[in-house]
């Protein structure tokens, strides 16, 4: 009969369909996709370095490899290229992402081959993937980058040789090197790989499944990692020795700074009372950061992260003491670099996002469905299963819909910020543009103009034009008079205002001129930031007098009248200038969970 056949073809031409249609439905959905928030931010250094300005950002000065971008050139790279093509087109973004994740996933799928697993597996994993991680495909942040190229590193380690070949060994441990190296470069998160790697030799020396060519074999690998690393490591060194050794210093001060208070957990563990109760409130705080993660973002009952890396780390212990295949190899290279994340973000992490729980996740999904798809004709009900899934929305695109209120092509938002664009290209401007602190920087309205370094920060503006008012402080404050009189007039006042964390000492500014700029507001990022309090009066007053208006931008006046309404001068805020924060605006510290 025509329509008779095996279930094997069967299930090989489900597998077929629902690869096509993720494939396809990926591109689609990154043509359509909104630029905003750190991808935006991102873009930015892309065509930064297109047009000869280097690997910088421009908000408020140019500051070459800011520590701020924590997405390297493994994406931005051909985001580049992609610009140089196309121009800072909107779409640009998104499609480099979705292409550069999708190239490296298909090298996964075609290695997988060599496992026997075929197009099952495919299958799963492209549903998996998209119930779990659907705007990471189009997100031109290195998270997800990350994953594929530790998990693409894995796959060539572990992938059997039928021919026995030693050359065909070593230049398998080469490019998974290479894969390794460009993680590296990718984000620094990447290093939890390296640890699981590095268990991973330690496991197979202690239980003697080794050969004499396992030593070799980890030397071509490290040797893959440096050829990837090295080159951009030192284009980085030569850019940076150009600076001024101000700078240079200013930049290493706050690199540090970035890595201890950005939740890696590093400054929190250095200055626990007690490190053992640390590890406890971080298990629960983070359990419940990831449970409402799970629940808000992808629609699933909040234990199912928990369930997962729970299952991950278990299932790790056991293929620790079974006998090794190549299967089992590769589970085991995931199930480590997994758990090390995992428990790195339970015991350690304090951000307020799930996001860094994104790699064991995912891991413990390829885990799960390779691990599934070898086991006879479970092979084909998840062939049959990614089939039902397919026809389904995804929860991811749900939650999107939901939170940003965008049309089903997500177009509106895009037709805003063209809109927003054309106007500040066609309108001239007598005062500088401007956004508020890091947070609400308008990075997509900078990718979308021609040039770099369009905007100013408001804190900054404002700052110049307000002075401390000394003899108001000088009343207030007579203990003072006495060390000024000894010429220490300047360190006085800078002494008690910082050791008066309580705001006790009375103190006032001044206005010496007057402030006026064009504020850029990007109201999605308004509506949802949780850093929205402090610069809320400047915000709402400029509000008062757009240019400008749709519904996701506004572009208003900020004058010298509003501020002086909107601003007390006499308490803290982000706006007054009390400490010298450095020359360039630095991204604030997430704040607790409520």
């Known amino acids: ?21 993720f494939f396809a439905a990926t591109l689609c959905a990154a043509f359509r996709t909104e630029l905003g928030f750190d991808p935006a931010y991102h873009a930015n250094v892309a065509k930064s370095f297109v047009l000869g300005q280097g690997w910088a950002t421009h908000y408020e000065r140019s500051f070459p490899f800011n520590p701020d971008v924590t997405t390297g050139p493994t994406l931005l790279l051909p985001a580049a290229a992609m610009i140089a093509v196309f121009g800072n087109a909107l779409w640009v973004p998104a499609v480099t992402a979705a292409c550069v994740h999708l190239a490296i996933f298909l090298l996964i799928l075609l290695r997988l081959r060599g496992f026997g697993l075929k197009g099952t597996a495919a299958a799963a994993l492209c549903v998996a993937f998209t119930l779990y991680a659907h705007t990471w495909w189009l997100s031109l942040t290195a998270d997800f980058v990350v994953v594929l190229l530790l998990v693409l590193a894995c796959v060539l380690l572990a992938e059997p040789d039928p021919e026995a070949s030693p050359r065909s060994r070593l230049r398998r441990s080469f490019v998974a090197g290479v894969c390794v190296g460009l993680a590296l470069l990718a984000k620094a998160l990447a290093w939890f790989g390296v640890v699981g790697l590095a268990l991973y030799g330690l496991v197979a020396f202690v239980r003697g499944a080794r050969s004499g060519s396992d030593g070799l074999r980890a030397g071509v690998l490290v040797l893959g990692l440096m050829a990837a690393v090295l080159p951009w490591k030192l284009y980085e060194a030569a850019s940076l020795r150009t600076l001024p050794a101000e700078q240079r210093a200013e930049r290493a001060d706050y690199a540090s700074e970035f890595l201890r208070t950005q939740g890696s ?89 799930a996001k860094y729980a994104l790699a064991p996740t995912l891991l413990a999904i390829v885990v799960l469905c390779l691990a599934s798809a070898q086991r006879g004709r479970l092979r084909y009900l998840l062939a049959l299963g990614a089939v039902v899934v397919m026809l389904q929305p995804s929860a991811a695109a749900r939650y999107q819909a939901s939170l940003l209120r965008f049309e089903t092509t997500q177009s509106a938002y895009t037709r805003d910020l063209a809109s927003t664009r054309d106007y500040l290209q066609r309108t001239p401007m007598n005062v500088p543009l401007a956004g508020c602190g890091w947070v609400f920087a308008p990075w997509e309205t900078e990718y979308a103009l021609p040039g770099v370094g369009h905007f100013r920060d408001c804190r900054r503006l404002i700052r110049e034009a307000l002075a401390f008012d000394d003899a108001y402080y000088l009343d207030q404050h007579p203990a003072a008079r006495e060390q000024i009189e000894r010429g220490q007039y300047r360190d006085a006042l800078d002494h008690h205002l910082r050791t008066d964390a309580q705001g006790t000492t009375p103190f006032r500014f001044r206005w010496i001129a007057e402030p006026s700029f064009v504020l850029v507001v990007n109201h999605v990022f308004w509506r949802i930031s949780a850093y929205r309090e402090s610069d809320r009066a400047v915000l709402e007053a400029c509000l008062q007098h757009p240019l400008h208006q749709t519904d996701y931008f506004t572009v208003a006046l900020c004058s010298a009248d509003a501020l002086r309404d909107a601003l007390p001068l006499d308490r803290p805020s982000a706006f007054l200038p009390v400490q010298d924060d450095g020359g360039f605006v630095r991204k604030p510290a997430p704040l607790p969970l409520r």
């Open 1 to 21: 009969m025509i329509f008779a056949t095996s279930p094997r073809r069967l299930a090989a031409g489900l597998c077929l369909l629902v690869c096509a249609w």
């Open 265 to 353: 957990g590093i400054a929190e563990w250095e200055t626990a009372p007690s490190r053992i109760a640390l590890l406890g409130s971080n298990l629960k705080r983070n359990a419940s950061v990831l449970a409402r993660d799970f629940e808000q973002r992808y629609g699933l009952p909040g234990w199912t992260g928990i369930v997962a890396m729970a299952g991950l780390l278990l299932f790790t212990l056991l293929l620790m003491r079974q006998r090794p295949d190549p299967l089992r190899r590769l589970l085991l290279m995931l199930g480590l670099i997994g758990s090390v994340q995992a428990a790195w973000f339970l015991l350690l992490s304090q951000s307020w996002s």
